[in-house]
């Protein structure tokens, strides 16, 4: 295999793994736009949508196409009881606080997996079969289309909610200013219990579509959860189309770190990324200024 077509693999498979990446940013900026933290447990919810996938479709046998979005409603609905008995019941809890709750979660729903699947790494089957697609020499699973369309999916039907769905409008109302929203009659805390609920759904759906390619188990949140953090920050935290952007940025390194370097520097990557980020320009590639930060499209 000459240069030339090497590099478009690592192409090929940096965009695949960087679409991971910008979904998992993008369910961190959905929570930041609504309360202003940092939901460190969003890692796990891709990996609940991938074992609850699994389980769905392996263990009781429905087919992949209820399975997923069966396992990403699923995920949807422990995002909204986490909302509502970790942080509707406090009141003017500071953002170190929730933070720390967030944490606990992320133990929390790593344990419960370990508890209910074991320590084992599952797998689906892929959507479309696994016979590779030939592009220029280089070879595409089709499951990389799938999960290619599903980022570019999520990331219009989400441009659409927040600007032309009432509800989508209220979410951007509280993330401009709360207290107006709730002058003008908006329920705060409906919305913000919202997006805990769309942004798990979102993680729920990207653990469903990367199953198939890569294996899930307990722990392989952590990772997504901390990759997926740092494309946030690189992005610039609440921005949606930085976070696509960022990520893909954040995915290309990876694989071309993996493959002209070392597989053993791949995970490297993104820390190293979020500490130059944080170092020279701490809003982020698109960043805005702190009072701009909100304002996601």
């Known amino acids: 295999m000459n240069l030339g077509v090497q590099l478009l693999q690592y192409t090929l498979s940096g965009i695949t793994i960087g679409s991971i990446y910008a979904m998992v940013a993008i369910g961190f900026n959905i929570i930041y736009n609504a309360t202003g933290i940092i939901n460190l447990a969003q890692g796990d919810f891709v990996m609940l949508g991938g074992m609850l996938a699994v389980y769905l479709h392996n263990t009781l046998g429905l087919p992949l196409v209820l399975a997923g979005p069966a396992a990403a409603l699923i995920t949807a609905i422990i995002g909204l009881l986490f ?16 933070i720390i709750i967030t944490i606990a979660a992320s133990i929390l729903f790593k344990g419960g997996a370990m508890f209910i699947w074991g320590k084992d790494a599952y797998i689906l089957p892929s959507f479309s079969g696994d016979k590779p697609i030939q592009f220029f020499g280089a070879t595409i699973l089709p499951q990389t289309l799938w999960i290619l369309g599903t980022l570019i999916f999520v990331f219009a039907a989400l441009m659409v909610f927040f600007r032309f769905t009432i509800v989508g409008k209220a979410m951007k109302a509280c993330a401009y200013n709360r207290q107006a929203a709730r002058i003008v009659g908006i ?24 199953t198939p390619i890569a294996l899930v188990s307990y722990d392989r949140g952590a990772l997504l959860g901390l990759k997926g953090f740092g494309t946030a920050i690189f992005g610039g935290l609440g921005n949606m189309g930085g976070a696509v952007v960022a990520g893909l940025i954040i995915g290309l390194l990876e694989a071309y770190a993996a493959g002209l370097i070392s ?16 170092f020279f320009k701490p809003g982020g590639i698109f960043g805005r200024k702190e009072e701009q930060l909100l304002k996601a499209f």
């Open 83 to 98: 909302e509502r008995f970790a942080f509707h019941p406090l009141k003017n809890p500071s953002v170190i606080t929730l």
């Open 187 to 210: 329920n705060v805390n409906r919305m913000v219990l919202f997006s805990f609920g769309l942004s798990a759904f979102i993680g729920g759906i990207a653990g469903v579509v990367v």
């Open 263 to 278: 597989s053993g520097y791949k995970d490297a990557v993104a820390l190293i990324i979020l500490l130059i980020v944080l």
